[in-house]
Structure formats: C-alpha cells, structure tokens
C-alpha cells in the first residue's frame, strides 16, 4: 500500500504522517486535489489507527430542537423559519421536559440540543431548558446551544460570553455542540448567512467555554460554494484553537444538503467528496482526538466505508433529528444501538459505546 501511496504522489505526506509530523495547508491542498481516494484514505487511517485502534465509537442520545423561529434564515439552512411561517414552532419549557420524560426507560447519556436565534424568547427560557432537563434526569450529560446560540444568550442576557457560560453551566449545561461554524471564510459567511456570527466569533465563543472547563465540538459546513482553500482555512483556524486551549472532542464534517433551501439549485455532495472530507480532516487536525462520519448527513453504508477513511465515531441513535431532515435527507431519523453495533462491526471495527466525552460504557 505504502507503494501505491508514492505512486500517487503523496510518498513525502506519507513519510510526514507516519513519523507524526504535522501538515501545511499546501499538504492538505494535494491531498484534496489528488484523484487517488485510496491513498488518501490510506493515510488517514494511519493516523486514526495510531489515535484510536480498531475502536469505532457511538452514543445513545436524543436531539431536541426546541425551535426553528430564527432571524439569521442562512441560504443554506431548510431548519430555520421566520416567526410569521405556518412552519415555524417553539416548544415551551414543559413540552421540552415531556419529550425528555417519554423515553426516561432508556438508557440515553445525552441530550442534544439545539434552536434558531428566536428574536423573542427570554434568557429565563433558556435556563429553564437546562434546570428541568436536570429536574428529571439529573444525571444526564446536556450539550447545548452552538456558539453562535450563546452569543446571543449573552446579548439578551446583557452579560459577557463568559458570564452567560457560566451561569449557564451552573443551571445544566454539560458541553457545547458544534453547529454554527459552517465555513469561516467571511466571503462564504456574506454570500450565505450575513447575519451570523462571524467565524472569529465562533472562535472566541469556544474558546472561552473552553477555558471554563467546557467541551466543545467543532463542524464545517462542505459542498456548496466553498473553494478548496476556503476549506483548509477553516480548517487550520480550528486546529490553532485547539492548540490554545485543547478543549475540542470531535470534529464533525457536515454534508450540505440542499433541498428547501435558497441553494436548491445545487446538487448534494458525492460519496468520494464525503469521504476525502474526513480523510483530509483526518490528517491535517493531528491535535483533534476524534473524527465523526455523522450517519443521519452521509448515510449509515457511507459512514461504514469512513470508519476505514478517518473516521472513528458516528454519532449515536439520535432519534428525531429535524435539522437535515428539513433539508431533504432520506436516512432514518434514529437507529438503534443494535443497528449501530451491526454497522460497526460489518466495517471490521469493534463497537464502543461512549459518553459525551468519551468515557467507554460498553464495549461490544
């Protein structure tokens, strides 16, 4: 295989992944740019191997997204609804807490929570989510609110990002998820989501939450109208970030899906463009201990063939996912933990069964 790689091109990457060295962003580029998928996937695995073995990790989770009212409306989101749409909803405080008790017989270990920026609800909402979570099951991990959520927590709340973290982990919060980032190349950011906080923003909302003991993961948004470069870029903002402050779990490449969205006209991504997503991210973020290969974004046959092409995690049963689903995807919005045990076995890898940070539950 080794041989294959040098054919390739790539004999001096490889030379660099194997001994540990860290890539340029002009390494990275070749490796976007080589036709070779195998190879690519080859050195991915390297690195994947030496950080996680043969382990391939999932989670039992539930996603609840308590609104879609947002006032960014990004062009490439199919979730987010102005207040007037007869597709808008929110969900009140209590009605949260009923879709948390309706499964309280499982075993989930985290709650998974996101919304739009809704112009009108209060900061006591927000705390409310977290305190009745806690209220009825208290030992359950919440990640909650992207960056950009907070962000607007703290403007409404008329206290610092830091103030607003942790006031928001002493009603719950657990960890942050890693929606928002989309790309950050503010070219992307004008053309698509003008109104959103801006990558630096994004940034300096994590790091923060880091500083404070808070986990994060970190996204990006791939296949619409981002440039390779553009790519890279974001790319090596999050990889500088995490040399700060170390405090990232996962990277999770996103797959843009375009259907009801303002970029319809585009088509979805490839499964060679979804797989060298995760194994360039793979390589380049040497200081990120885990890469997703989401199944509800690229589907649960693609995710097998990734966990050989970086990936070491797919995410969990999820049940209900809206977000994608909104945007046309076909894959089932749950799956069950012996669903998920069977997909990763079938790929050759042994199933573990996690936490939110990582800490090994079952092992099948």
Known sequence: MDTMVVQAGLGDILEKVGGGERLTK?????????????SVGYLANIVRERLNGNRA????????????ICTNLCKFCAFGKEKSSVLAY?????????KVKERDSE??????MVGGIHPDLPYSYYRGLLEGIKTVRPDIHIQAFTCVEIAHL???????????LGD?????????????AEVFSPRIRKITCEKKLSGEGWLEVAKTAHRLGIKSNATMLYGHIET?????????MLRSAQD????????????????????????????MEDLKNIAVARCFLDNFPHIKAYWIMIGPKLSQVALSFGADDVDGTVKEEIITHMAGADTDQAMSRDQLVRIIKEAGRIPVERDTLYNEISVY
Do not use: C, W
């Open 26 to 38: 002009e390494d990275a580029f070749r490796l976007f740019a080589s036709p070779d998928i195998l």
């Open 57 to 68: 990790y999932f989670i039992y989770n539930q996603h609840i997204n308590y609104s879609n």
């Open 90 to 98: 929110e969900m009140s405080v209590d009605e949260v807490i009923e």
């Open 107 to 112: 075993p989930i270990s985290e709650i998974h």
């Open 154 to 164: 703290a403007e409404i709340s008329d206290q610092s990002v830091e103030e607003t």
């Open 168 to 180: 928001l982990q002493a009603a719950g919060l657990d960890s942050i998820p890693g929606g928002g």
């Open 228 to 236: 390779i470069e553009e790519r890279i870029e974001h790319l090596d």
């Open 244 to 271: 700060e402050t170390k405090g990232f779990l996962t990277f999770i490449p996103l797959a843009f899906h375009p259907k009801n969205t303002e970029m319809s006209e585009l088509s979805r991504t490839s499964g």
